[in-house]
């Protein structure tokens, strides 16, 4: 087979015209041939018998000719592949313009791996946001610690708001007990809203070993039909009066709820976390700022099979995490209130988004001549082994010398941008009035 013609077209297409010879044709038909000939029944001879020539004159000469051409497809993607010239990318599309006994031509219209053309790269402005963390935030990171240490002991009095009631309840609408209303032993925090409107409030005021008759009305859209809308009347019977006994916040507490031996240092604690959390937030969109700004200054032509092929990507990669999770991507997204289709067209931005990303960052590794030391490259291997818990001569079974070494090269590129860049101070955004 040759590669006739390379004919490359706007956005980083190509139309290849290839021609396969009548000897490599015929040669690829005797291999259909001979893989289905055993399914092949012709009058007067067994399965698997009948010549070929007989059965090219019954079905047709051309019977076996797409089955062929496809035999053939891989190699001729590996003889595509061979001009060093042609970086193809995405999924080709195959346009048979003659196909014979005389050999074919067909025409290949591929993807070209695009080059970016950098603009300013050097110097960007973006904005980076200044953190701290007010006393507030820490008192509300201090919450489920207090929450955690808080416990609840009888009391003798009254119900009150806040408190939790033991009850014993059953529902009546119209004098008939209706199924689910009934219950024994329930501990039912008086202000939680987690009974019917009303329930709980018609509760305060009763003590321990009295009863009452609680009487409310189901919400009009209550998930069962036959109550909504429904006045129903609960006969309850308070068991317990429960109040919560909140820790004092000193010393002692931060022993008890963490391994700090003063609540000073537990709250430093806190504040530091939360510091660093922001900061890392702050970095993110920081860094997120700059790749935007670079690929604005970018030239680049990105072939539409580029992009569906790494949306292809990305969404069986979604499924693969998912069903490793025990979800199936239908019932993700039916929980996320979307489907397919729509979930593809975010997906298809993301993709086009990290394509630009790898493009200019590439851009970035030959203008700057980065190159990844073999320090850097085993630092990486050990860092992947680790992130996946697997030995280090795993990671480089799986992963090649050269995808290393370009991984390192783009992390490189990557701080380069950020090191480079200048932060700016977040605009306030003026009040609505």
Do not use: W
Not at 22 to 40: L, W
Not at 205 to 210: F, L, M, P, Q, T
């Amino acid at each position: 087979m040759n590669v006739k013609n390379v004919e490359k077209k706007e956005n980083n297409t190509a139309d290849l015209t290839v021609e396969i010879t009548g000897a490599e044709f015929d040669g690829a038909i005797n291999k259909v041939y001979s893989k289905v000939k055993n399914q092949i029944a012709l009058p007067g001879f067994r399965k698997g018998k009948a010549p070929r020539k007989l059965v090219e004159k019954m079905y047709g000469e051309g019977v076996f000719y797409e089955d062929a051409l496809e035999e053939l497809y891989p190699s001729i993607m590996e003889e595509i592949t061979k001009d060093e010239s042609l970086e193809i990318v995405g999924y080709p599309k195959t346009n048979v313009t003659s196909m014979s006994a005389d050999g074919v031509e067909l025409v290949i219209t591929v993807g070209l791996m695009p080059v970016a053309k950098l603009g300013q790269y050097k110097e960007i402005p973006a904005p980076k946001a200044e953190v701290s963390v007010a006393d507030e935030e820490v008192e509300t990171a201090l919450k489920p610690y207090i929450t955690r240490a808080t416990t609840q002991v009888s009391v003798d009095r009254p119900v009150q708001s806040g408190d939790t009631a033991v009850i014993d309840f059953e529902g009546f609408v119209d004098g008939v007990a209706f199924e689910g209303g009934k219950g024994e032993n329930y501990d039912l925090k008086i202000g939680s809203g987690s009974f019917i409107p009303g329930f709980e409030d018609q509760l305060v005021g009763v003590s321990a070993g009295e009863s009452k008759d609680v009487v409310v009305t189901f919400p009009e859209d209550y998930h069962a039909d036959n109550l909504a809308g429904k006045e129903a009347v609960f006969q309850c019977t308070v068991h317990e009066v429960k109040e919560e006994q909140i820790p004092e916040l000193d010393d002692e507490f931060a022993k008890d709820v963490s391994e700090f031996e003063t609540l000073d240092e537990l709250k430093a604690d806190l504040r530091a976390k939360a510091l660093e959390r922001k900061e890392k937030d702050a970095q993110a969109a920081f860094e997120q700022s700059v790749m935007a700004a670079v690929i604005d200054n970018a030239e680049m032509e990105i072939p539409e099979t580029m992009v569906e092929y790494e949306t292809d990507k990305m969404m069986e990669n979604y499924e693969a995490r998912l069903q490793g999770s025990g979800i199936s991507f239908d019932q993700y997204l039916n929980m996320m209130g979307t489907n397919r289709a729509e979930f593809r067209v975010s997906t298809k931005a993301a993709a086009l988004q990290q394509i630009q990303s790898e493009l200019v960052l590439k851009a970035v590794v030959e203008a700057e001549g980065i190159e990844a030391a073999e320090d850097e490259i085993a630092a990486h291997v050990k860092e992947l082994a680790e992130q996946y818990g697997i030995e280090e001569d795993k990671v480089k079974e799986a992963i090649s010398e050269d995808a290393l070494a370009r991984d390192v090269k783009l992390q490189k590129a990557s701080k380069f941008l950020f090191d480079n860049a200048v932060a700016t101070a977040v605009e306030e955004k003026a009040d609505e009035e």
